[in-house]
Nanobody, 113 residues
Framework: EVQLVESGGGLVQPGGSLRLSCAVS????????MTWVRQAPGKDTEWVST???????IYAESVKGRFTISRDNAKNTLYLQMKNLKPDDTAVYCC???????WGQGTQVTVSS
């Protein structure tokens, strides 16, 4: 059974930082492209960032320069380091394996003073 389990969300003040993790099991993590997406209340799902199996990364313009995606293939874990958080970053963040379409349950990030 493939499982994607996110953690690390929470409440943070504007300008703060959080690090999200996504632990993957039951899947060939090291050979797969991995993605973070987010969904804010009342809004469509938004792609945030992707890391390729070889390590290349791409980011949405809205997070470029503030978020860093990374992977640890030895630990089957995907990360999203988020800095200088803004209220507009408030959303449920999910990790996603695009090819076969696997999703995690999501972790809530709330940016508020």
């Amino acid at each position: 059974e493939v499982q994607l389990v996110e953690s690390g969300g929470g409440l943070v003040q504007p300008g703060g930082s959080l690090r999200l993790s996504c632990a993957v099991s039951g899947f060939s993590f090291g050979t797969s492209e991995m993605t973070w997406v987010r969904q804010a209340p009342g809004k469509d799902t938004e792609w945030v960032s992707t890391v390729m199996s070889g390590g290349a990364t791409i980011y949405a313009e809205s997070v470029k320069g503030r978020f860093t995606i990374s992977r640890d293939n030895a630990k089957n874990t995907l990360y999203l380091q988020m800095k200088n958080l803004k209220p507009d970053d408030t959303a449920v963040y999910c990790c996603h394996i695009p090819g076969p379409g696997y999703w995690g349950q999501g972790t809530q990030v709330t940016v508020s003073s």
